[in-house]
């Protein structure tokens, strides 16, 4: 397993869905900022998190949203996107979530507690280095949000 720290801002609110079996699918899109070669680049990430987990967290995460997300990075996926641009998609499934202390538009201060939560994991999450990589999305999918920072 390749296990991620990432710390970033939501660029859309929590979307919530649920599997033909019943399963609960919570899906946050996280970018984060990175500086290549004196550049600033935005990376996109597409977080899940399964059943329960969090629950009691993501009412409270909100477009602008800062969070740190441990959890398991998945292999990334290439593709073309619309305009024929080699695109990636990263993924990554949430073991921990945070509230970040660093900036961020909080949906709002008096609900938005300063606490962490943690998925039981056998594992120890490494501290992988992050390196510059295109922004990312689902398979196909561009994304045109606003960058939320």
Known sequence: MNFIHIAGH???????????SGKKVTTLRVASRT????NDETIWWRVTIWDDRFDKMIPHLKKGS????V???HKPEIFNDREGKPQISLEITASHLQFSPFGGKPADKSH?????????SDHAPAN?????????G??????DDEVPF
């Open 10 to 20: 939501l660029g859309a609110d929590p979307e919530v869905r649920f599997t033909s």
């Open 35 to 38: 500086r290549v070669k004196g």
């Open 66 to 69: 800062a969070v740190i997300v």
């Open 71 to 73: 959890g398991e990075l």
């Open 112 to 120: 938005a507690p300063t606490t962490t939560a943690s998925a039981s």
């Open 128 to 136: 992988p280095y992050m390196s510059g990589m295109p922004s990312a």
């Open 138 to 143: 689902k398979m196909g999918e561009t994304i």
